[in-house]
């Protein structure tokens, strides 16, 4: 399960929100480079963090749902810039908090920084494991990468493998793994032909997780950061 923050704490941003937010499907809610000085958690809908590439090619980091945070990183960073961008998937409501007000409830509310704190270190972690594995292992390693998190969101045991029960286009796999659909057909097809996976539908089933996991050198990290949101 993707790790979120408690009811108790939703309750208390609530308190500390000055807007409730409407973002209509496909619009922006931040972009990478605006001022990072507000912080977001999300109420209904979905939202995709994404991150530009050096080529130019979108990467995207995690989707966000009910009671997930946003723009996290910029909490104590003084006149920073967001890092990444958050585009809504659906129509969606957001708490919007100043940072100045997260930053005071942190220092004075031991209840709170306990709970939100794992959180936000989680994000880092998820965040980082996902550049490693582009970094060290190219685009099929993160495209690897992609379909591991996958069946930990989405995995449904069936009869001859793992079922990601989720309908992704091979141009959403792209995205998640900064490279183009073109490379993810090629590599899907591949794995295909060796019976690593198959597809049902437009949904793909995973019949070796095994051989996912050891073509980048997978650490079995807990499934709290090694997932899709």
């Not at 994404?50 to 104590?76: A, H, T, V, W």
């Not at 990444?84 to 997260?102: C, K, M």
């Not at 930990?152 to 091979?170: A, C, F, H, K, W």
């Amino acid at each position: 399960m993707p790790t979120v923050l408690s009811t108790e704490s939703v309750e208390c941003l609530s308190k500390l929100a000055y807007q409730t937010l409407k973002v209509r499907k496909g619009a922006h809610l931040f972009q990478e480079g605006q001022d990072g000085d507000r912080f977001f958690v999300v109420l209904k809908g979905k939202f995709q963090i994404n991150k530009l590439s050096g080529d130019g090619k979108q990467l995207c980091l995690r989707l966000c749902g009910p009671s997930s945070i946003m723009g996290e990183l910029m909490i104590f960073a003084k006149n920073g810039k967001y890092l990444f961008s958050a585009r809504a998937l659906e129509d969606s409501e957001v708490l919007v908090i100043r940072n100045e007000a997260i930053e005071r409830e942190l220092l004075t509310n031991p209840l709170f920084a306990a709970d939100f704190m794992p959180v936000m270190t989680d994000h880092i972690r998820k965040q980082h494991t996902k550049f490693r594995d582009l970094v060290l292992y190219g685009k099929k390693g993160a495209l690897y990468s992609t379909l591991i998190r996958m069946t930990n969101s989405y995995g449904v045991p069936v009869e001859n493998g793992i079922l990601l029960d989720v309908q992704m286009t091979n141009q959403d796999l792209a995205n998640f793994s900064s490279t183009t659909r073109e490379s993810v057909n090629r590599a899907l097809n591949e794995l295909k032909g060796m019976g690593i996976l198959s597809f049902e539908g437009r949904k793909i089933i995973i019949h070796d997780l095994e051989y996912l996991k050891q073509e980048i050198n997978c650490e079995n990290c807990p499934t709290s950061y090694c997932n899709i949101e």
